[in-house]
């Protein structure tokens, strides 16, 4: 398939989104301005994989970079500091341009270090999950504190996204759940249609031209909610379909037992669950509860305690005045947000974990 | 005097900064949306003074405030991170208010953690001294690295900045000069007259009507550079006039020994010597030093390392491919941006040194 080309317009500026084959060994000319240094963050998973690449590609540019361990305890304030203090060491300026090079997790540490280093620097992402199709574009980055998931953060856009759909045929099947669920809600809040067709997807018999026409879709779906309403007054509220009880689960059972997508599958199923009873409308709650076991999504509750899940859920940064706001579908296409109650949502709670071992 | 009020308009929105006397007791109507939750920062010389004015002025909100130790020690990641985590134990939601009671440092330390709490919630500056009242406007908000001062931070207008002559009869004298230091720069950056004007007046005789007109301007040219210039591209740079020794003297000394606006001072009187050395011109060093001396200013290098003070210009913010920039005059009213060699600027540091002893 042909290199794509998104155009996303940030309050602040615009940027584009470049969906292609191979096009991480093509980064610098994706540099819209004369940058005095780049510097790449990287993880240790991706770094032997496509470090070299990009390094080769910045050439002639100065260029420092930095490898940190994968995974999601990287979000921490401890990461955080350390990786502003390397960058005074090297005197990064604010002519400098930062390159999240790896999933989620990299994009959002090294984007909010980007947005707070100097009051803010020039960031690029270059996502290499599909997951990350989801945090790469909208300006959103953060890292976790203790008490809850992304607690502290900005709103703050990249300069440019680049998207090697190559770097997606080293995912393990875990990561490849992860990254769909996130598009298989864009499609919930958007298109019925899409809905069915990526329900069609077999992550056995996955090519690349099909990862990029979702992963293209996607991000069409999330540039446009991202552009209407960057801040989230309103409409970027949606995107948390399923992420009441996915954030819970993954800040309950402790960061990783569950991957972010994972946790929103279920998160999905439940939100599924909830407007069926709020509403009284018929959901596609057991097609895709079929098409998550055909591809081995991980369904269960963990047995974790319901009072504890209801305390993390009102840490969420999306309530107002200590009650739960809860993004509930009135059709697929038709998302709203709904109050719920402490006691209504241990109620759903308690009849989601039957139904969801099929009782 | 009566209140004044003076709009600026921030990229992200419009806000008012209202000076008069008195006006904290009015706190509650200058809130301009319903907020579910007010949390007040102030430290421990401004509390026992106007916290509870504040407090019964926001009755019936419901209102929590924490108060932290006076000085520039607490703009670190350490009381950056234990805010963050006061903010989540309270249940603050995203459409909580935040309100910086204090001088420059509570403004900095709060507008920062309002800045990135959940990627921002609304706050109010609230300044007490009359040096806050440059760092009140504009929206920049930082906490110190112990590599260099202000180098974590965002642009982060506040909704409000709620100014009350009043409270600043209580700074003692070091205070005053720190804030007139700062009048004196943006006078220097913008108006002879302006500049002349200031230099009338002695601070054992300061009314409170002069103080409020002096602030009004001061805040005028401010607001007037931030509006034109937000993030710091271009005209914004020249309201560090005076700063590149200024910073570094406060940083090699260590934060505490001279005020900001004392270290400023020498700064200025600094880029006054530099702008004769290198335009040829004829600027009021004698004047202005004259006028230091009468109010009292510390103006000595304190036998500084001169390497070791080259070394933290070069630190600067404002710094591009690690060779500093440094706002000079052409004339008073006329800055103008001049990259200096580190030869040079220890040769100017040097004859500064012998100048300032009077040789």
């Known amino acids: 398939m042909e290199t794509a080309e998104i155009k996303v317009q940030a309050s602040t500026h615009a940027y584009s989104i470049v969906i292609g084959e191979g096009i991480r060994k093509q980064t610098k000319q994706y540099l819209t301005k004369d940058y005095s240094f780049v510097w790449i963050i990287t993880d240790e998973n991706v770094a032997p994989l496509y470090l070299s690449d990009v ?10 970079h930095t490898v940190i361990p994968a995974g999601e305890q990287t979000k921490s304030t401890d990461y955080y500091y350390q990786l502003l203090t390397e960058a005074i060491e090297h005197n990064l300026d604010r002519s ?14 090294a984007g909010f270090v980007a947005a707070t280093y100097m009051r803010g620097i020039d960031y690029i992402q270059m996502p290499t999950t599909i997951l990350a199709h989801d945090s790469s574009v909208g300006g959103k980055v953060a890292i976790n504190h203790p008490l809850g998931k992304n607690l502290i953060g900005s709103f703050y856009a990249p300069q440019a996204v680049i998207y090697d759909v190559e770097t997606l045929f080293t995912l393990n099947k875990k990561e490849i759940r992860s990254g769909y669920a996130e598009l298989v809600k864009e499609a919930l809040i958007s298109d019925e249609a899409i809905f069915y067709s990526f329900l069609n997807t077999d992550f056995q ?27 989230e007054a309103d409409m970027r509220k949606y995107l948390n379909l399923g992420h009441t009880l996915g954030h819970a ?12 997508g994972e946790a929103v599958a279920i998160g999905l199923l439940f939100a599924i669950h909830v407007s069926e009873s709020v509403y009284d409308n018929h959901l596609p709650f057991s097609e895709l509860k ?9 369904l269960e509750l963990h047995s974790v305690d319901q009072q504890a899940i209801l305390a993390k859920m009102k840490n969420d940064k999306k309530n107002k005045h200590q009650s739960i706001q809860m993004v509930l579908l009135e059709q697929i296409g038709k998302p709203i947000i709904k109050q719920i109650t402490d006691e209504d949502m241990l109620y759903y709670l308690s009849s989601f974990e039957r139904k969801l071992v099929g009782e």
């Open 55 to 64: 390094l080769e590609a910045c050439s002639p540019l100065q260029v420092h």
């Open 96 to 109: 400098s341009l930062l390159i999240a090079l790896g999933g989620g997790v990299i994009g959002d540490l």
């Open 205 to 231: 018999a996955l090519s690349k031209a099909t990862v990029q026409e979702h992963i293209h879709i996607g991000i069409q779906i999330k540039a446009h909610v991202v552009e209407t309403d960057e801040k």
């Open 249 to 260: 689960l993954e800040a309950q059972l402790g960061y990783g037992t569950l991957t972010h």
């Open 290 to 298: 079929q098409w998550l076991q055909n591809n081995n999504y991980p």
